[in-house]
């Protein structure tokens, strides 16, 4: 298995542009859940999904963020506009049933001037 | 929201040495995870132990969980300057994996 796939790996925009991060998770896996890293805040949870339907959203900051997952193969996570605080490492994690091993992808690193 | 803690923040060692750190956490839990992370990479699970579980090993690695006090320990035994990196600690809350601040790890050849 290719493991949990992101892309872009990279992604550098201007404020107030529109930023679609992309994860393929692991075939099989019925949780997907999307993450942020930054040194301040350390790893957040956005948001997870079960079985393509999203049970958790409290930690999306704001309106401005969206996720949706429309198949098992596939998901997106949506900063419309962004700003710079928004500069992060962004991670999508799958895994086989809720509170199970995670496996991460190797993440979006945003970067928003 | 975070649930378990760390400690120490970071800890600097010498290749061959023994490493520990320790992870508190607030409530009950099904199981707890250790992760590593080595810096610009993605989380990597190391190993899990359940609730009903005192010790496991694997490789080096060995945990250690007391439900009583909620905490668990990760030693790394023999370390290795590859060893470097953060770890962190996970606790499950329903469906999801809470994780901490981590530690972050330093093995000088």
Known sequence: DAGVIQSPRHEVTEMGQEVTLRCKPISGHDYLFWYRQTMMRGLELLIYFNNNVPIDDSGMPEDRFSAKMPNASFSTLKIQPSEPRDSAVYFCASSLGGGE?????????LLVL | SQQGEEDPQALSIQEGENATM??????????????????????VHLILIRSNEREKHSGRLRVTLDTSKKSS??????????????????TDARHDMRFGAGTRLTVKP
């Open chain 1, 101 to 109: 091993t995670q496996y991460f992808g190797p993440g979006t690193r």
């Open chain 2, 22 to 43: 320790n992870c508190s956490y607030k409530t009950s839990i099904n199981n707890l995870q250790w992760y590593r992370q080595n810096s610009g990479r993605g989380l």
């Open chain 2, 73 to 90: 320990s990760l030693l790394i035994t023999a370390s290795r300057a590859a060893d470097t990196a953060s770890y962190f600690c996970a």
